[in-house]
């Protein structure tokens, strides 16, 4: 028998992805999710344990002979939004958001089938154990979504407590469709900013403006200066995205506000533009802040900070060659960069060591290709969004073959494809 998802019975893990996606948990408060991963690697009784490692994180290490090491990784977190996909299992959870109040929470960007894919490999790893030989880290990661997971995690002493990997590889689900698998060579998802800026005005009574300096007007000005910035100021071969994500101002229609706080999120694949995005930003903050004659200066904070996701070129140069042969017409080898972002990265880069990173699909074939002859792909959920449906299979056969295929590559027990047991 090969070595892949044909290896293990996948009906438990069918279930278990039904349980993640009804039951999430919100950045940095994954207890439960981090627990039954624990609670599963444990059953296979061949991984040493860590836990808690920056937050709820989790590392579970098989030492299994001489050999190269190797970390897959997962992250566990969902995100703060009402689930409409009319699903069985939909999400009714509610929790505590960042800002004390209640929300509801969903696994809008597919993290449940991070988790299931690799705990299944690792499952079909543990069992094919003849078949390669090294170390094999798998790691469950919190706080993707707030971009901090990653670097907590080598902040607490990650790797005091397990080994420096020779490699690190990660993967992601998206709105592609089921059972397609996409690598580039070089950068395949964008770097990404978030900012708090908060614009000090002048309060006072609705009906005497003109003893104001109203933050409302100021915010709308400042909003609409920046939609210029990408399509004015950066260049047309340049990947750049701008948005304005929240505006918060006043509590009543009669009283002008103090203050206004927008939340700006910004991406890019170079350096040079993410020093011109963040750039712009001030200065047209500050410029707009004295066009309406504030007394105070903005305050400008930096709350997110995510690297670009750039993969070593030898790594996907040789996942390039098993995947396209495993996969064959289902892969593509140049996959279109993402303005999505991911802190998947730094596990490698804090230790200098290369890594590379993946998508594949997990919309219904059936709904994909029917979207496509209707020329509406466009109209396809996207991750992050509150219908953003996977089908389980093939998403979950496919995501636990990519995973496994890569680590035998890595580990040189053979291609990866057709391996023994």
């Given at each position: 028998?090969?070595?892949?998802?044909?290896?293990?019975?996948?009906?438990?893990?069918?279930?278990?992805?039904?349980?993640?996606?009804?039951?999430?948990?919100?950045?940095?408060?994954?207890?439960?999710?981090?627990?039954?991963?624990?609670?599963?690697?444990?059953?296979?009784?061949?991984?040493?344990?860590?836990?808690?490692?920056?937050?709820?994180?989790?590392?579970?290490?098989?030492?299994?002979?001489?050999?190269?090491?190797?970390?897959?990784?997962?992250?566990?977190?969902?995100?703060?939004?009402?689930?409409?996909?009319?699903?069985?299992?939909?999400?009714?959870?509610?929790?505590?958001?960042?800002?004390?109040?209640?929300?509801?929470?969903?696994?809008?960007?597919?993290?449940?089938?991070?988790?299931?894919?690799?705990?299944?490999?690792?499952?079909?790893?543990?069992?094919?154990?003849?078949?390669?030989?090294?170390?094999?880290?798998?790691?469950?990661?919190?706080?993707?979504?707030?971009?901090?997971?990653?670097?907590?995690?080598?902040?607490?002493?990650?790797?005091?407590?397990?080994?420096?990997?020779?490699?690190?590889?990660?993967?992601?689900?998206?709105?592609?469709?089921?059972?397609?698998?996409?690598?580039?060579?070089?950068?395949?998802?964008?770097?990404?900013?978030?900012?708090?800026?908060?614009?000090?005005?002048?309060?006072?009574?609705?009906?005497?403006?003109?003893?104001?300096?109203?933050?409302?007007?100021?915010?709308?000005?400042?909003?609409?200066?920046?939609?210029?910035?990408?399509?004015?100021?950066?260049?047309?071969?340049?990947?750049?995205?701008?948005?304005?994500?929240?505006?918060?101002?006043?509590?009543?229609?009669?009283?002008?506000?103090?203050?206004?706080?927008?939340?700006?999120?910004?991406?890019?694949?170079?350096?040079?533009?993410?020093?011109?995005?963040?750039?712009?930003?001030?200065?047209?903050?500050?410029?707009?802040?004295?066009?309406?004659?504030?007394?105070?200066?903005?305050?400008?904070?930096?709350?997110?900070?995510?690297?670009?996701?750039?993969?070593?070129?030898?790594?996907?140069?040789?996942?390039?060659?098993?995947?396209?042969?495993?996969?064959?017409?289902?892969?593509?080898?140049?996959?279109?960069?993402?303005?999505?972002?991911?802190?998947?990265?730094?596990?490698?880069?804090?230790?200098?060591?290369?890594?590379?990173?993946?998508?594949?699909?997990?919309?219904?074939?059936?709904?994909?290709?029917?979207?496509?002859?209707?020329?509406?792909?466009?109209?396809?959920?996207?991750?992050?969004?509150?219908?953003?449906?996977l089908v389980v299979q093939p998403t979950l056969r496919t995501g636990v073959d990519t995973l496994?295929?890569?680590?035998?590559?890595?580990?040189?027990?053979?291609?990866?494809?057709?391996?023994?047991?």
């Open positions: 028998m090969s070595l892949t998802s044909q290896s293990i019975d996948l009906t438990p893990y069918e279930t278990l992805f039904k349980h993640f996606h009804a039951n999430p948990e919100l950045s940095n408060a994954e207890i439960n999710t981090s627990q039954t991963c624990a609670s599963h690697l444990a059953s296979l009784k061949v991984f040493t344990l860590h836990t808690r490692i920056g937050g709820y994180g989790l590392a579970g290490v098989f030492a299994n002979g001489p050999g190269k090491t190797i970390m897959l990784r997962a992250d566990m977190d969902a995100l703060p939004i009402q689930e409409d996909t009319g699903l069985e299992y939909a999400s009714k959870i509610t929790a505590l958001g960042a800002d004390g109040l209640d929300t509801p929470v969903m696994h809008a960007c597919g993290h449940d089938m991070h988790m299931t894919c690799l705990l299944a490999a690792s499952e079909v790893l543990v069992k094919g154990r003849d078949a390669w030989s090294g170390t094999l880290i798998v790691l469950f990661q919190p706080a993707e979504e707030r971009g901090s997971g990653a670097r907590a995690m080598v902040d607490d002493g990650l790797y005091d407590r397990i080994p420096v990997p020779h490699f690190v590889l990660g993967q992601h689900v998206m709105a592609m469709r089921a059972g397609s698998v996409g690598l580039r060579s070089g950068t395949i998802m964008a770097g990404a900013d978030s900012l708090k800026i908060t614009l000090f005005g002048k309060g006072g009574h609705g009906s005497q403006p003109h003893r104001t300096v109203d933050p409302a007007l100021l915010a709308a000005h400042v909003v609409v200066r920046l939609q210029g910035v990408v399509s004015r100021e950066v260049e047309y071969n340049d990947v750049a995205v701008l948005t304005v994500g929240s505006v918060q101002v006043g509590k009543t229609e009669n009283v002008i506000s103090d203050e206004a706080v927008l939340g700006v999120d910004f991406r890019s694949t170079r350096e040079g533009v993410r020093e011109q995005l963040m750039g712009a930003v001030e200065r047209i903050v500050r410029a707009e802040c004295a066009a309406s004659g504030c007394v105070r200066e903005p305050l400008i904070e930096r709350t997110r900070y995510l690297p670009c996701t750039v993969n070593d070129e030898g790594m996907a140069s040789r996942l390039k060659r098993v995947f396209g042969k495993y996969f064959e017409g289902r892969f593509d080898d140049e996959l279109p960069v993402t303005t999505i972002a991911e802190d998947f990265s730094i596990l490698a880069s804090s230790r200098g060591v290369p890594c590379v990173f993946w998508h594949w699909g997990g919309v219904d074939a059936e709904v994909w290709d029917r979207m496509s002859r209707e020329g509406k792909l466009g109209d396809v959920p996207m991750n992050h969004s509150k219908g953003f449906k496994v295929v890569a680590a035998l590559e890595f580990f040189g027990g053979g291609e990866g494809v057709g391996a023994k047991l």
